[in-house]
């Protein structure tokens, strides 16, 4: 299975901030990559599929960007709904597989 | 817009066979390029994606479940199950049904049901 590294695993920042999360894969998976976001008590939410695209409906401070081997989830602005964990997915390679998620608060 | 729920048992003993379904709504559950999945989240071990099936019965299955697991669809309700067999501690877990939108560019899950808690327990 393909194994996805996130970082860092959780953070605090303040409202306003720029915040970038990292994921990183254990082998190629081209731009198949997805970023989701999960309250207390919530499902995910999907964000960001195919590396970049953002899902409709989703706030546009929200983006995603490959750099190599390294993709990145970036809220621009952050703001205080902003708080939950998030996740990134491959879907290259059968089974899908997730990170192990980065909990974001807010200061 | 097109919703999903879970359904089934919060308690199942050891060794039994853990049987939740999953109904959608506001959409049909046979409409091409999408798949329908279900996937845990695993007390403080992330999400694990379990095993897919289309409205055809096309499936594909998590192999770290060693052959425990089987997915059905039932176009006439506009349903799908999950059976695990042979549960132990380590299969309690939020389980949530939803659905996979796959393409030439990508999968990805959306939307996804609440989530139902199982807990494995004698």
């Known amino acids: 299975d393909i194994q996805m590294t996130q970082s860092p695993s959780s953070l605090s920042a303040s409202v306003g901030d720029r915040v970038t999360i990292t994921c990183r894969a254990s082998e190629t998976i081209s731009n198949y990559l997805n970023w989701y976001q999960q309250k207390p008590g919530k499902a995910p939410k999907l964000l960001i599929y195919s590396a970049s695209s953002l899902q409709s409906g989703v706030p546009s401070r929200f983006s995603g960007s490959r750099s190599g081997p390294d993709f990145t989830l970036t809220i621009s602005s952050l703001q205080p709904e902003d708080s939950a964990t998030y996740y990134c997915?491959?879907?290259?390679?059968?089974?899908?597989?997730f990170g192990r998620g980065t909990k974001l608060e807010i200061k | 817009q097109v919703r999903l729920q879970e359904s089934g048992p919060g308690l199942v003993k050891p060794s039994q066979t853990l049987s939740l379904t999953c109904t959608v709504s506001g959409g049909s559950i046979s409409t091409d390029g999408y798949y329908w999945s279900w996937i845990r989240q695993l007390p403080g071990k992330g999400l694990e994606w379990i095993a897919y099936i289309n409205y055809s019965g096309s499936t594909y299955y998590n192999p770290s479940l060693k052959g425990r697991v089987t997915i059905s669809v039932d176009t006439s309700q506009n349903q799908f199950s999950l059976n695990l067999r042979s549960v132990t501690a380590a299969d309690t877990a939020l389980y949530y049904c939803?659905?996979?939108?796959?393409?030439?560019?990508?999968?990805?899950?959306?939307?996804w049901g609440q989530g139902t808690l199982v807990t494995v327990s004698s």
């Open positions: 939803a659905r996979e939108r796959r393409s030439d560019y990508g999968n990805y899950f959306d939307p």
């Open positions: 997915q491959q879907s290259y390679s059968a089974p899908d597989t």
